[in-house]
């Protein structure tokens, strides 16, 4: 099993890239790895590492890859100057079939654009939707989709949402009919933006989906449902909020318990509870969103994931290549078409004011 790597994308430079994958290969000794990135600072990383990962280096291929997407790089410039990049490098190795997954921190936007062009879309999805999970209910987790790719969202893409939500909680975590459900402002009917009133009046009428109706925000840690559909500007802030106060609860719990002596002694005591709810609350367990929709499989890392969120990052790449994602998504979502009047217009994913120019490859 092959994946590639796009070394240069993350806030944390390639060697918390080439670190983090490292901690991936010595995890899974089925796995090798293509990194693709500027060589000097490639192999400065690899000489770097750690004696107990220097044993993983034979897996390990470097990719001289001359270009570099910045985080600030307007999608349109990275789809017609971004060729040399080694984000568009990792992506045409999954497109040619040398890699069977790519795994990037970089640019959201352009990664999501080069992704679409060089991989395509499987069935009638349109755009690709990022999928990721948040620790939720009793060591449980929920999907969100979508976090961030698609602004706003027309009823239709709400759908599509919950068709890929829905295949990859069963195929990828092994749930039997996930509850699916739409993220509003209240459970009532009547509540809620119009895109979110059709797309829920639609998902009633699918049986193949174990479709539960509206969700409140409260609902998302509560383990009220396994997958939770919502555009990608909601979406998005409920991802960041999560982690923001994830980060603080374990900041409070540290600094409450280094307070006193008397609750120094006590934290002795709860080390390994407070250990264990660390880490069911650390976002890093979670990094690794995946890019549902494409024909291939592309994983986005967190831009600011240390080698370790980096790692489940790579493993979760693993996970769907051996899971064959794309072909499940492809097969499940022909068998579960729906009739473009169902939705009204059908959503061509170029004309809508969700998505600005620069995302259309044609321009």
Not at 91 to 100: P, T
Not at 299 to 323: D, L, P, Y
């Amino acid at each position: 099993m092959r994946i590639a790597i796009d070394a240069m994308g993350g806030d944390l430079g390639p060697r918390a890239v080439v670190l983090g994958t490292a901690e991936a290969l010595r995890d899974d000794p089925g796995l090798s790895v293509d990194i693709y990135g500027i060589e000097d600072e490639l192999e400065a990383a690899v000489e770097r590492l750690p004696r107990p990962f220097q044993g993983v280096a034979e897996r390990l291929t470097l990719c001289h890859a001359p270009g570099v997407i910045a985080q600030a790089t307007k999608i349109s410039q990275a789809l017609r100057g971004g060729g040399d990049s080694s984000m568009a490098m990792m992506l045409e190795a999954v497109a040619s079939g040398r890699a069977a997954a790519g795994v990037s921190a970089g640019n959201t936007g352009a990664l999501m654009a080069l992704a679409r062009r060089a991989l395509g879309m499987v069935g009638d999805i349109p755009r690709p939707a990022i999928g990721t999970a948040i620790p939720s209910g009793k060591d449980g987790r929920c999907y969100i989709i979508d976090m961030g790719a698609n602004v706003e969202a027309p009823a239709r893409r709400l759908v599509d949402f919950a068709r890929m939500g829905d295949v990859m909680a069963r195929h990828v975590d092994g749930i039997e009919r996930p509850r699916v459900a739409l993220l509003n402002v209240g459970v009532e009917a009547t509540k809620g933006p119009d895109s979110v009133r059709e797309a829920d009046t639609v998902l009633r009428t699918m049986p193949s989906l174990n479709y539960i109706g509206f969700i409140e925000g409260d609902g998302l840690f509560a383990g009220a449902a396994d997958v939770v559909v919502c555009d990608g500007f909601v979406g998005n802030i409920v991802l960041k909020a999560s982690e923001g106060l994830a980060r603080m609860l374990v900041d409070r719990f540290q600094a409450t318990f280094a307070a006193h002596w008397g609750s120094r002694l006590v934290s002795l005591l709860a080390r390994p509870a407070l250990l264990r709810v660390k880490r069911q609350l650390d976002p890093v367990r979670y990094n690794g969103a995946s890019l549902l929709g494409l024909s291939g499989i592309v994983i986005k890392s967190h831009g600011r994931a240390n080698a370790q969120g980096f790692a489940f990052a790579v493993s979760r790449a693993a996970q769907e290549i051996r899971m064959n994602l794309p072909a499940q998504l492809a097969h499940e979502l022909r068998q579960s078409a729906i009739p473009s009047a169902a939705c009204g217009r059908r959503d061509s994913g170029l004309a809508t004011r969700s998505i600005p120019d620069e995302y259309n490859p044609q321009r």
